[in-house]
């Protein structure tokens, strides 16, 4: 495996379900980040990690719950979410403090 | 408050014609502004940075042009064929330890055949 990997790629869940996201790089890098894309959007970032530990939550409601158990790893818990969740999420790696940032394919989420 | 967004939601060219999309950004402070490409079921894949103490930077097919006087930034490609048909963002750092970027809404390029 190469780069940014994310699973799974689509994800359908209802409202009371808890579901997690998974982000692994294979890239050598030090940061990761969520981002969230919507349709008609800029990305959001929604957290940050550098060095496994979280350095920026973005406002994010607290349904939204990330794990970096390790720097290759990332994970967002999910749990009660609300259909506006639906969208895009973006996980992304690089050098802490460098900006470009490589991203993964997505996970595509559906809440009903 | 921080922004960085794009002149135009959608371009559309002819095949083999040269792309112009263009992006404006909001802080001077600002070091380090990229350029990616969104494909269809996709995440975004970079394509070529410019640091802020250069004015041109130039890849294959790829230009991005830097004007800090009126803060804007262009992405240039040459030739421009039907495998460029994507979304095209651009990001400008924030200086910090993070490396947080900033995303502009993302201009859609079509190319006509």
Redesign the interface.
């Known amino acids: 495996e190469t780069g940014v990997t994310q699973t799974p790629r689509h994800l359908v869940m209802g409202m009371t379900n808890k579901k997690s996201l998974k982000c692994e790089q294979h890239l050598g890098h030090n940061a990761m980040y969520w981002y969230k894309q919507s349709a008609k959007k800029p990305l959001e970032l929604m957290f940050v990690y550098s060095l496994e530990e979280r350095v920026e939550n973005n406002s994010v409601p607290s349904r939204f719950s990330p794990e970096c158990p390790n720097s290759s790893h990332l994970f967002l818990h999910l749990h009660t979410l609300q259909p506006e969740d639906s969208a895009l999420y973006l996980c992304a790696s690089s050098q802490r403090g460098f900006g470009t940032q490589y991203f993964g394919p997505g996970t595509r989420l559906t809440v009903l | 408050g921080e922004s960085?967004g794009l002149h135009l939601p959608t371009l559309s060219v002819q095949e083999g014609d040269n792309s112009i999309i263009n992006c404006a950004y909001s802080n001077s402070a600002s070091d380090?502004f990229?350029w990616?490409k969104q494909e269809s079921?996709?995440?975004?894949?970079?394509i070529i940075?410019i640091r802020s103490n250069m004015d041109k930077r130039q890849g294959q097919r790829v230009t991005v042009l830097l004007n800090k006087t009126v803060k804007h930034l262009s992405l240039q490609i040459a030739a421009t064929q039907p495998g460029d048909s994507a979304v095209y963002?651009c990001?400008e750092?924030v200086t910090?330890?993070?490396?947080?970027?900033?995303?502009?809404?993302?201009t859609t390029l079509q190319v006509k055949p």
């Open positions: 960085v380090y990229i990616y079921g996709k995440g975004p894949q970079f940075d963002f990001a750092k910090s330890n993070t490396g947080k970027l900033i995303f502009g809404q993302g």
